[in-house]
């Protein structure tokens, strides 16, 4: 079983960064991809971005492509979600995630970390 825990969420002003961590433990976190979601008030869990923990191969959604990076250090078991020029809609909780290739992009996961909140200012 697979245990995700995130850290790095706060409070920012529009045009600024975060940078959000996933730290995992478990005996199969090797053999799945991790992946990012967000989920704003009053609307649905939205994917971000995956990343492969064997080879690095990444996907990223068109709404944040160009502003948000995921990237992992296998090391320390750890998936970053780098998030650049920060908007007000941004804001959310965000949730790290372990599920397989193929069907993490849908929301099909089989572990949830417990979310951390990203509050961006106008």
């Known amino acids: 079983q697979v245990q995700l825990e995130e850290s790095g969420g706060g409070l920012v002003q529009a045009g600024g960064s975060l940078r959000l961590s996933c730290a995992g433990s478990?005996?199969?976190?090797?053999?799945?991809?991790m992946g990012w979601f967000r989920q704003a008030p009053g609307k649905e869990r939205e994917f971000l971005a995956a990343?492969?923990?064997?080879?690095?191969?990444?996907k990223h959604a068109d709404s944040v492509k160009g502003r948000f990076t995921i990237s992992k250090d296998n090391a320390k078991k750890m998936v970053f979600l780098q998030m650049n020029s920060l908007k007000p809609e941004d804001t959310a909780v965000y949730y790290c995630?372990?599920?397989?290739?193929?069907?993490?992009?849908?929301?099909?996961?089989?572990?949830w970390g417990r979310g951390t909140q990203v509050t961006v200012s106008s």
């Open positions: 990343i492969s923990w064997s080879d690095g191969n990444t």
């Open positions: 995630a372990a599920g397989q290739r193929l069907t993490i992009v849908a929301g099909r996961v089989d572990a």
């Open positions: 478990g005996r199969t976190l090797s053999r799945s991809t």
